[in-house]
């Protein structure tokens, strides 16, 4: 799987918009991009993935710039909720073994 | 969705004897889980992958004798701690396949 970088904190406040960035220069063509994150003294959830694509659910967005070299998590209304340690892992769709987590960008949602 | 189930949810126990940590999936069939540790501000690391019907397999560094791991249905995975010291005290989380990856809730394990 490659690598990831994020910047290990963030700020945002309450009710703005939060970009979370994460660089994977080294990603290959059938590797997807995951996020997940960890609430306090939980255990990890999943928040959506893509290849190339941009992406949209209901908890986020996923911008991936056209070289595939980085991508951005949004999320467009951060609530004090949204605390959390978010992980950005690539790795490949089918790939059904472990899933090795970096150290992740603790997000701090302020009011 | 999927759902994996971690009991119990924290537990302490005296130095010398063991813990066993259980994950279950609720709703589907898992016949690879994986466990992982928490130290306090530190990601997670991957201790083993569990197979059904199989031994684990263990990541280097891990001591399989010290963390037992039965993998003995599709749907329940345990991980012991034998002989707990108060180094082994940690957050371990478990994780089942289903189509993406469903975390257990985790259990903070402290010895004394």
């Known amino acids: 799987d490659a690598k990831t970088t994020q910047p290990p904190s963030m700020d945002c406040a309450e009710g703005r918009a939060a970009n979370l960035p994460c660089n994977h220069s080294?990603?290959?063509?059938?590797?997807?991009v995951y996020w997940y994150r960890q609430i306090h003294s939980q255990g990890p959830q999943y928040i959506i993935h893509g290849l190339k694509n941009n992406e949209t659910n209901e908890m986020a967005s996923l911008i991936i710039t056209e070289d595939r070299k980085s991508s951005t998590l949004i999320l467009p209304h951060a609530t004090l909720r949204d605390t959390a340690v978010y992980y950005c892992i690539v790795r490949v769709l089918r790939n059904t073994g472990k899933l090795i987590f970096g150290q992740g960008t603790t997000l701090q949602v302020k009011p | 969705g999927a759902v994996v189930s971690q009991h119990p949810s924290w537990v302490i126990c005296k130095s010398g004897t063991s813990v066993k940590i259980e994950c279950r999936s609720l709703?589907?069939?898992?016949?690879?889980m994986f466990w992982y540790r928490q130290f306090p501000k530190q990601s997670l690391m991957l201790m083993a992958t569990s197979n059904e019907g199989s031994k684990a397999t263990y990541e280097q560094g891990v001591e399989k004798d010290k963390f037992l791991i039965n993998h003995a249905s599709l749907t329940l995975s345990t991980l012991t701690v034998t002989s707990a010291h108060p180094e082994d005290s940690s957050f371990y989380i478990c994780?089942?396949?289903?189509?993406?990856?469903?975390f257990g809730s985790g259990t903070r394990l402290t010895v004394v």
């Open positions: 709703d589907f069939q898992a016949t690879t």
């Open positions: 994780s089942a396949r289903s189509e993406g990856y469903t």
């Open positions: 080294t990603i290959s063509g059938n590797e997807y």
